[in-house]
Structure formats: structure tokens, C-alpha cells
């Protein structure tokens, strides 16, 4: 008994958010409705600038694929990721560095981070989610700063080449 409290209450973000969000609980987003309006339609996910130069990248989870695939982003600038989830509990993590981010259903998880250099890096799901668990990935191009203003909005959203 005692050790499933414990279990329980280090699953907070699995167990008692969605389900709070579910009765209706908390002002974050409807996983529901996500795609149709409001922070995270289509339109306004990627990297987005903000008053005073800030970067935002806002992306959906969901089984069994990241929205955008891939983001591009320039090095050496802080970025502020906002993180939700159209389903279950996902886990993203950037490979060959230390940074994560776990996306929760009616929750926007933010967190900012800075890469120092240009690069690609996985960003493979790691929490089991499903049956297509396995094949989860998006990916993150890290581009020089100078290369990144002159893409275009809808380049910021692509990994094709440029
Ligand atoms: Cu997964």
C-alpha cells in the first residue's frame, strides 16, 4: 500500500494531471482541440521570434510523431521550448546533449535552452507510448545565427535542404 502512494505520487504528471484536466480542471490546453485553436495550431508551431529578439518553439507530441518533424533553430541564442501532448505522456530528449522535455495532455511544459553549436540532434521519444512507440523521432537543425534570419518562416519549419 504504502509503496503504491509512493509510486503514485512520483507519477504526478502521468497520473493526476490528465486526469484533473480531463474533469475539466486547469486552463491549459484541450488535447482535443489542440490542432484547431488556440497557442497550437498548425500555423503558430515551430520557431516563432518574440518581442526583443526571443525565440519560441512550440510543438505538439502525439502517437506516433512530433509536429513539425524537424525545427530549425540558430545556435548560441536561448530558446524557449512549449511543449504539449495531443495523447499520452511523451518524453523527448536531444540526443548528445542533456536536455529533455516531457509533453503532457492538457499541460504546456516550458522549458529554455541554449545550443551552443550548429548541428543536427535526434530527438527520440522516451517514454513508451504505444505501439509505435519505437519509431517516434523528430529532429532539431541547429543552424549558424546568420543562416537563421534569412530563412523564411516556412523554412524554419522543414529540414529539407536549403
Ligand atoms: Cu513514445
Known amino acids: 500500500m504504502l509503496i503504491g502512494v509512493a509510486l503514485l505520487s512520483t507519477r504526478y504528471y ?5 486526469v484533473w484536466h480531463f474533469l475539466g480542471g486547469g486552463n491549459g490546453p ?3 482541440t489542440l490542432h484547431l485553436r488556440g497557442e497550437f495550431v498548425e500555423s503558430n508551431l515551430g520557431a516563432a521570434e518574440g518581442p526583443a529578439g526571443s525565440l519560441t518553439v512550440r510543438m505538439i507530441a502525439q502517437q506516433f510523431d512530433f509536429v ?3 525545427i530549425v533553430v540558430p545556435a548560441g541564442v536561448p530558446i524557449t521550448f512549449r511543449i504539449t501532448s495531443a495523447d499520452a505522456v511523451h518524453m523527448l530528449s536531444f540526443l548528445g546533449t542533456d536536455y529533455g522535455l ?3 495532455p492538457g499541460v504546456v511544459t516550458e522549458a529554455t535552452f541554449t545550443f551552443a553549436k550548429a548541428g543536427e540532434f535526434k530527438i527520440p521519444c522516451h517514454e513508451f507510448c504505444g505501439a509505435g512507440h519505437y519509431a517516434m523521432r523528430g529532429h532539431l537543425d541547429v543552424v549558424p545565427r546568420d543562416q537563421f534570419a534569412s530563412l523564411l518562416p516556412g523554412e524554419r519549419r522543414t529540414c529539407e535542404p536549403r
Open 102 to 104: 516531457k509533453a503532457v
Open 30 to 32: 484541450d488535447p482535443v
Open 68 to 70: 513539425p518533424q524537424c
Open 14 to 18: 502521468m497520473v493526476d494531471l490528465p
